[in-house]
């Protein structure tokens, strides 16, 4: 664990990294100050991806608003 904190390059990055930390953490691996570090780069993994899930989530809203709002089950048949 560095002392600096580096954006993950996405995601997928971040989650592989929190999964690490964690697996870290549960097997005990850590001293107490590495655990601590580790902590602290959980919770800004986890802040980066809620971030990302939101930011998917409000392009998922947008599409709805503009694109899939016209469609309706009586244009089917």
Do not use: H, N, W
Not at 27 to 54: I, M
């Amino acid at each position: 664990m560095t002392g600096k904190s580096q954006k993950p390059a996405g995601y997928e990055a971040a989650m592989a990294e929190l999964e690490q930390i964690v697996a870290d953490m549960e097997a005990g691996k850590l001293t107490l100050e590495q655990s601590l570090a580790a902590y602290k780069r959980g919770a800004e993994l986890l802040a980066f991806c809620r971030g990302r899930l939101e930011d998917a989530q409000q392009q998922v809203r947008v599409l709805e608003d503009g694109l899939l709002k016209e469609f309706s089950a009586g244009d089917a048949s």
